[in-house]
T-cell receptor, first 115, second 111 residues
Framework: ETGVTQTPRHLVMGMTNKKSLKCEQHLGHNAMYWYKQSAKKPLELMFVYNFKEQTENNSVPSRFSPECPNSSHLFLHLHTLQPEDSALYLC??????????????FGPGTRLTVT | GQQLNQSPQSMFIQEGEDVSMNCTSSSIFNTWLWYKQDPGEGPVLLIALYKAGELTSNGRLTAQFGITRKDSFLNISASIPSDVGIYFCAGQLYSGYALNFGKGTSLLVTP
């Protein structure tokens, strides 16, 4: 595998379900990001991790819970979501938060539908 | 984050035509970026600009960092069908700060 991979690619879940999104980067980077992409809206930054430490939580509701066990893996745990949480969730990585942090490599995303 | 206004929202052009799109902000940025997102994929960085007035090319793509540091432009020359996708601008104030994205310009190219 190369680059940034995300699984699953598609997920349909009910509002009472608990599920997790997984991201893995094979680039040797130390910063990882979760973004939400909704139609007709700019990409919204959700969480940032730098060397496994969370550095930013962009006022994200607690029904989204990130986890970064090491610099290569990032998870987004989901529970009791709302229909408006349906979106494409993108993971990205960069060298680290302060070196070339603009040069972010994105995964293909997980298309989430909440029913 | 800062609001970026990107225009046009969409473009429908014929193969071979040149394309121009732009991005404006109410605040300054020290780095301007242009990304492209193909259907079913994540955004890919096309061009990064670091200095006001800078003009940078990447193949048929040329981008400029506006002199006021509040805008940026992207031109695509002699478009081809594989240019289809959504083009996003993004600004970054300082390294370590979040990227602020525009809403994107959707480009369709007919053969």
């Amino acid at each position: 595998e190369t680059g940034v991979t995300q699984t699953p690619r598609h997920l349909v879940m009910g509002m009472t379900n608990k599920k997790s999104l997984k991201c893995e980067q094979h680039l040797g980077h130390n910063a990882m990001y979760w973004y939400k992409q909704s139609a007709k809206k700019p990409l919204e930054l959700m969480f940032v991790y730098n060397f496994k430490e969370q550095t930013e939580n962009n006022s994200v509701p607690s029904r989204f819970s990130p986890e970064c066990p090491n610099s290569s893996h990032l998870f987004l745990h989901l529970h009791t979501l709302q229909p408006e949480d349906s979106a494409l969730y993108l993971c990205a990585s960069s060298q680290d938060l302060f070196r070339d942090s603009y040069e972010q490599y994105f995964g293909p995303g997980t298309r989430l539908t909440v029913t | 984050g800062q609001q970026l206004n990107q225009s046009p929202q969409s473009m429908f052009i014929q193969e071979g035509e040149d394309v121009s799109m732009n991005c404006t902000s109410s605040s300054i940025f020290n780095t301007w970026l242009w990304y492209k997102q193909d259907p079913g994929e994540g955004p890919v960085l096309l061009i990064a600009l670091y200095k006001a007035g800078e003009l940078t090319s990447n193949g048929r793509l040329t981008a400029q960092f506006g002199i006021t540091r509040k805008d940026s432009f992207l031109n695509i020359s002699a478009s081809i069908p594989s240019d289809v996708g959504i083009y996003f601008c993004a600004g970054q104030l300082y390294s370590g700060y979040a990227l602020n994205f525009g809403k994107g310009t959707s480009l369709l190219v007919t053969p």
